[in-house]
């Protein structure tokens, strides 16, 4: 004789949270790559910064006042750091497990307002090089400035 086993709907709720948990786990793993992006950051003194906060974003194509065909309608105005880490003794930092794909790493020093960013692009299993030299805010970076009439 079979017996029938009944299950609530908080044990549904429960095993059907565990199968989507596995599927989303396998997801994030995918996500995860063998690239990596490190370098050194300087001050506007051409020193190694020490304890720089550098953000790595996801890098967007067209620069950023161009909208392209893929770019979502809601996309937020500031981009989202997907990891932080702070510069060691010698301005040193290292973003690991990173996916192929082009980044922006972004380093500043809120004491001094200085800033400095690289665009970087990763193939699979890459290790790549982006030193930044922090620059003061509104310093001639070397582009053209247009004068206001």
């Given at each position: 004789m079979r017996k029938w086993m009944f299950v609530g709907p908080a044990a549904l709720a429960a095993a059907l949270l565990a199968v989507a948990s596995v599927g989303h786990a396998e997801e994030a793993a995918k996500a995860h790559g063998t690239?990596?992006?490190?370098?050194k950051v300087t001050g506007v003194d051409g020193h190694p910064a020490a304890g720089i906060?550098?953000?790595?974003m996801a890098g967007h194509a067209g620069?950023?006042?161009?909208k392209t065909a893929d770019a979502p309608a809601n996309k937020p105005k500031r981009m989202e750091a997907l990891a932080t880490v702070k510069t060691d003794d010698q301005g040193a930092y290292k973003f690991d497990n990173l996916a192929a794909?082009?980044?922006?790493?972004?380093?500043?020093?809120?004491?001094?307002?200085?800033?400095?960013?690289?665009k970087v692009t990763l193939t699979d299993g890459q290790a790549a090089t982006a030193d930044i030299k922090l620059e003061a805010k509104?310093?001639?970076?070397?582009?053209e400035k247009k004068k206001k009439n």
């Open positions: 690239a990596s992006i490190s370098g906060e550098v953000r790595l620069g950023k006042d161009k794909g082009t980044y922006v790493v972004q380093a500043g020093d809120h004491k001094t307002m200085a800033m400095g960013k690289e509104g310093a001639d970076t070397g582009g």
